[in-house]
């Protein structure tokens, strides 16, 4: 047996045979890429297939020979050797060149698995269901542990005191992911204590979100039947369980904004109604008390009273109309017979008498001639201011 | 959800509705005055809801089936 010094010598060892190997010192594999952390002299991530992945490294330089940048999900083919890192005994892959070998085989089953949901119309947009205006209460399936749950109650505390949360304790990623989320979407579902769900995990590797790329779990969404926001990794990452929800947000603080209502926003909603119900109310009272007032202006109202004033009027009118008529007739009368009694007088004899002529009447006749009297007759005669009575006593005719 | 009757996006939309209908004016006074009665008390109601809810925050104990209180 024999003894080592210390660890580092027994890195060291290790590291040695691996050296020694003939495959593994100089090899070539093809995998995908994930985890990529990048640092001044070169970058850490892991290269994973189907089944296994293994820790890899790159140095800058040798990364800036590429003609394409490192990227999650990218396949690749890389040439290399395996290493144990001394101070730390971890195994990984230090690699010498790398090209690209297609679309990554975790992007390529997301993909199809994408297209085939697609098609039976598990996206489709007239199939979400609308989310509750004020939930009364939300469930949300993510990690008890970690800052996922902790963000959300924060933002809901943020928004409104008013929430009430349930939360369904679930892996968020690994192999049983998929099957606890269901169970979670399954236990709202049927014990009816929640009128939303909240699917929450932060960012990650496509690996790590991997779980929610399980057609199991789509189906489960698509058939939950209560509005279910999938606020999984940050907002490049794209999951299945992203497109088959009914909404979608970038990270779960967006979720809980999305689900919860700003609690003045609500009140300051409510105060508006209210100002406009008063408002509406206020306005049909006034128009219709404008339409009464118009109304009770119009003297068409007073019917009889009004028509009696009418037929007033008009009977005024035609007594003065009358009146007028007959005032002239009178006084067109009168001037008539003040003419006449003119011409009368120029006629009359009364002129001639004040002038000293005389008349005589003889037997009720005015006397013209000296035939109409006989001697000793009784004769009238009229001068300007009486009458004179005599008797004939001698008649002369002109010769 | 809706064990006491009254729902909150229902209530606000009965009150849209009848904001609109009053808004338009159209609407016989006597109608209008039971709009607008209505419209109060479908108010007093959404507000209520906003404040109904007493913040609890639980998590769910698998094995027992128990709600328990969540501190994180």
Redesign the interface.
């Known amino acids: 047996m024999y003894e080592f010094r210390d660890i580092l010598e027994l890195n060291q060892r290790a590291c040695t045979v691996l050296f020694a190997d003939e495959q593994l010192s100089s090899l070539k594999v093809k995998g995908e890429l994930s985890g990529i952390k990048n640092y001044s002299y070169g970058s850490f991530f892991n290269m994973k297939d189907g089944t296994s992945q293994i820790s890899c490294f790159m140095y800058k330089n040798r990364i800036d020979l590429l003609n394409f940048r490192l990227e999650e999900g990218l396949s690749v083919n890389v040439t290399g050797f395996v290493s144990i890192y001394p101070e730390r005994g971890s195994y990984r892959l230090e690699i010498d060149t790398m090209s690209r070998a297609g679309v990554g085989d975790l992007a390529e089953q997301m993909r199809r698995l994408y297209e085939r949901l697609r098609s039976e119309g598990l996206f489709a947009p007239e199939h979400k269901k609308k989310l509750?205006?004020?939930p009364?209460?939300i469930g949300v399936i993510s990690s008890?542990q970690g800052a996922v749950?902790?963000d959300i109650?924060n933002t809901l505390?943020r928004r409104n005191?008013?929430?009430?949360?349930?939360?369904?304790?679930s892996a968020v990623q690994g192999e049983s992911c998929a099957r606890e989320v269901c169970e979670g979407l399954n236990?709202f579902m049927s014990s009816?204590k929640?009128?939303v769900i909240i699917i929450a995990r932060g960012g990650g590797s496509i690996e790590d979100l991997w779980g929610f790329n399980d057609e199991t779990l789509a189906r489960t969404i698509y058939n939950c039947s209560i509005p279910v926001i999938s606020a999984v990794g940050h907002e490049t990452d794209y999951t299945i369980c992203d497109y088959v929800s009914d909404m979608r947000t970038p990270t779960p603080t967006a979720a809980a904004e999305l689900v919860m209502p700003s609690?003045e926003e609500?009140?300051g909603?409510?105060r508006n109604?209210?100002d406009?119900?008063d408002f509406?109310?206020k306005?049909?009272?006034d128009?219709?008390r404008n339409q009464l007032k118009y109304l009770s202006e119009n003297k068409a109202l007073y019917t009889p009273m009004y028509n009696i004033e009418i037929q007033k009027n008009r009977l005024n009118l035609l007594k003065e109309r009358f009146n007028s008529i007959t005032d002239k007739r009178l006084t067109d009368e009168k001037n008539r017979i003040g003419s006449l009694r003119k011409s009368l007088a120029l006629l009359g004899p009364s002129n001639t008498l004040d002038r000293g002529y005389s008349y005589i009447i003889s037997d009720g006749r005015t006397v013209r001639n000296v035939s109409q009297v006989r001697v000793g007759d009784e004769i009238r005669i009229f001068v300007s201011d009486g009458v004179i009575e005599a008797r004939v006593e001698n008649i002369k005719e002109n010769e | 959800?809706e064990e006491n009757g009254f729902n909150?996006?229902q209530g606000?939309a009965e009150?849209?509705e009848?904001?609109s209908r009053?808004?338009a004016?159209n609407?016989p006074?006597d109608d209008?005055?039971k709009l607008?009665s209505r419209?109060?008390e479908l108010?007093n109601l959404?507000?209520g809801?906003?404040?109904?809810?007493?913040?609890?925050?639980?998590?769910?104990n698998?094995k027992t089936g128990e709600?328990e209180s969540?501190e994180?």
């Open positions: 509750p205006l004020l009364r209460r008890s749950i902790h109650i505390s005191p008013h929430f009430d949360l349930l939360l369904y304790p236990y009816s929640v009128d609690y609500l009140k909603r409510n109604l209210r406009v119900l509406s109310i306005s049909i009272i128009r219709k | 959800m909150y996006e606000i009150l849209e009848i904001v009053l808004s004016g609407v006074l209008s005055l607008y419209g109060l108010l959404c507000d809801k906003l404040t109904e809810v007493e913040k609890k925050i639980s998590v769910l698998k709600e969540f994180g």
